[in-house]
């Protein structure tokens, strides 16, 4: 992973998430970094488990020794294409929250051709920050989603004003 891959996700961004999904699912956090959105979730009752590279379960190469039922994740961005394939090939819902350049490639693109995407657009740009140095990263986002919402392109209208400038 490169370094721009350790931006923690603000646990806010979950909030326009969570009326899409599955409150009877037990959710699949597998890049969870810090833990924010296992944190959010939890704190909303959802079941969660929560593995990360960091600390020795890779998303891309590991099957899971639990049950789960969806993915909700925020994926290190330069391994968007693998996270992507991998997320479609294990066939179970997925949210991936995702800068929307994540529409551009050829290679995404082909992907969302042949499964099918869905969008959860957010408002405004959201402020990432680094874990140990603070640097902060803003850009706009979407969840990229698979089996989650009512139709193709949902666009949220007001998120949480302490993560969107």
């Not at 969660?48 to 994740?73: N, R």
């Amino acid at each position: 992973m490169i370094s721009s891959d350790h931006y923690q996700t603000p646990r806010g961004m979950l909030i326009p998430l969570l009326p899409y999904l599955n409150p009877k699912h037990i959710i699949w956090e597998c890049a969870a970094g810090d833990g924010n959105l296992v944190k959010e979730l939890y704190h909303n009752y959802f079941a969660v488990l929560a593995t990360d590279i960091q600390t020795g379960t890779d998303f891309l190469t590991s099957e899971p020794s639990f049950p789960w039922d969806a993915i909700v994740t925020n994926p290190p961005y330069s391994l968007m294409n693998e996270f992507i394939e991998r997320c479609y090939t294990l066939q179970k819902p997925f949210a991936l929250l995702m800068p929307v350049r994540a529409l551009d490639t050829k290679r995404r693109q082909a992907s969302y051709q042949k499964f099918g995407i869905e969008l959860l657009m957010l408002p405004g740009q959201i402020d990432f920050y680094e874990k140990d140095t603070r640097k902060l990263a803003r850009f706009v986002c979407a969840w990229f989603c698979w089996q989650v919402l009512p139709q193709p392109i949902v666009f949220v209208e007001e998120t949480p004003a302490s993560i969107v400038s």
